[in-house]
């Protein structure tokens, strides 16, 4: 994970979503699912940015939101990021699902919806279900073409 260059491309400050976009097309350079996460903190400056790692690491928990969520807890010395938020540029699954609540992140935004890895709008619906200690306001769609596109680029170039 590295930490975000406060300048994006030619000089413009970088949103939080551009900067996930960046990861998940570096993650794509490597041969991974391409998908990048951000969280921010509450100063609002990026804490951490991750993009998948699954076959680099012969990790399959190695999703970006797992890797963000683990660098910023060790680098705050807490399991919980309240006042933290997390973009990633898809909809996550139910095992970052459950790791986004046990974090206790306070918002979640992500591009695009994943109709059948998806664990947020999609599947179980982990954070609408009764056993969910805590559920971020969440925010769907945000630069969904954008994070739609690297997808579809990196599964059409493989087939």
Do not use: W
């Not at 951490?48 to 910023?72: C, K, Q």
């Not at 969904?144 to 087939?159: M, N, P, Q, S, V």
């Amino acid at each position: 994970m590295r930490k975000l260059t406060k300048q994006g491309r030619a000089g413009k400050p970088q949103t939080p979503m551009e900067a996930a976009l960046a990861e998940a097309r570096a993650a794509a350079s490597r041969g991974e699912v391409p998908v990048g996460a951000v969280i921010v903190g509450a100063d609002g400056q990026i804490a951490a940015r991750a993009g998948n790692r699954t076959r680099e690491l012969s990790d399959p928990s190695a999703h970006a939101e797992m890797l963000v969520i683990r660098a910023v807890c060790a680098a705050v010395g807490s399991e919980r990021l309240i006042g933290h938020d997390l973009y990633v540029t898809l909809e996550p699954c139910a095992m970052c699902a459950a790791a986004i609540s046990f974090a206790r992140i306070g918002r979640l935004y992500f591009g695009a919806s994943d109709p059948k890895g998806g664990g947020v709008e999609h599947g179980v619906r982990f954070f609408a279900q009764a056993t969910c200690h805590h559920a971020p306001e969440v925010y769907g769609g945000i630069d969904e073409t954008r994070a739609g596109k690297i997808l579809k680029d990196f599964f059409r170039a493989r087939r």
